[in-house]
T-cell receptor, first 111, second 112 residues
Framework: KAGVTQTPRYLIKTRGQQVTLSCSPISGHRSVSWYQQTPGQGLQFLFEYFSETQRNKGNFPGRFSGRQFSNSRSEMNVSTLELGDSALYLC??????????FGPGTRLTVT | SQQGEEDPQALSIQEGENATMNCSYKTSINNLQWYRQNSGRGLVHLILIRSNEREKHSGRLRVTLDTSKKSSSLLITASRAADTASYFCATVPFERNTPLVFGKGTRLSVIA
């Protein structure tokens, strides 16, 4: 089975711009979760989607949004980028929201 | 906010030695999981232990869970240089459909 894929792997953006990250889960997995990882805050949960519905949301501002498509692929969007949004963004898919299978991440740098 | 807190934050050992990492958490859990992350990459699921289990083995890994103390430990036996990575514990709260909560991790360095 192919693993979780994330595109792009690396991204450099300027403050004020917006960005869209993409995640393709493992075939058959309906749950997709997004995490932000920074050296200072560690791994922080952004949101989880299950069958196209947002099931959980972390404590992030409304600039962070996501969606899931009928084929379980998911996208997350960050608008009006700030320097503090520089991070590794990880996507994970799961059958049951327990064991998570992570993608390689997208490294976002905001300048 | 993080529920799991790993201890120590960093650990450096010689190849062949055992490495022990600890995790403490705050609320009732359904299960606890351990993940490994190689530098700047995605996390890899290592092992899951349910709240009604006390110990679990997988290859060179041994995990214990003490729900009365709200703590878990991960033991890696006969460590190898390839075990160098960050290790995270993650808890699944007792309430259904709530997301994993990760700790800040233990950075393990295995010196050849």
């Amino acid at each position: 089975k192919a693993g979780v894929t994330q595109t792009p792997r690396y991204l450099i953006k300027t403050r004020g711009q917006q960005v869209t990250l993409s995640c393709s889960p493992i075939s058959g997995h309906r749950s997709v979760s997004w995490y932000q990882q920074t050296p200072g805050q560690g791994l922080q949960f952004l949101f989880e989607y299950f069958s196209e519905t947002q099931r959980n949301k972390g404590n992030f501002p409304g600039r962070f949004s996501g969606r899931q498509f009928s084929n379980s692929r998911s996208e997350m969007n960050v608008s009006t980028l700030e320097l503090g949004d520089s991070a590794l963004y990880l996507c994970a898919s799961s059958l049951n929201s327990y064991e998570q299978y992570f993608g390689p991440g997208t490294r976002l740098t905001v300048t | 906010s993080q529920q799991g807190e790993e201890d120590p934050q960093a650990l450096s050992i010689q190849e062949g030695e055992n490495a022990t990492m600890n995790c403490s958490y705050k609320t009732s859990i359904n299960n606890l999981q351990w993940y490994r992350q190689n530098s700047g990459r995605g996390l890899v699921h290592l092992i899951l232990i349910r709240s009604n289990e006390r110990e679990k083995h997988s290859g060179r890994l041994r995990v214990t869970l003490d729900t009365s103390k709200k703590s878990s430990s991960l033991l890696i036996t006969a460590s190898r240089a390839a075990d160098t990575a960050s290790y995270f514990c993650a808890t699944v709260p007792f309430e259904r459909n709530t997301p994993l909560v990760f700790g800040k991790g233990t950075r393990l360095s295995v010196i050849a």
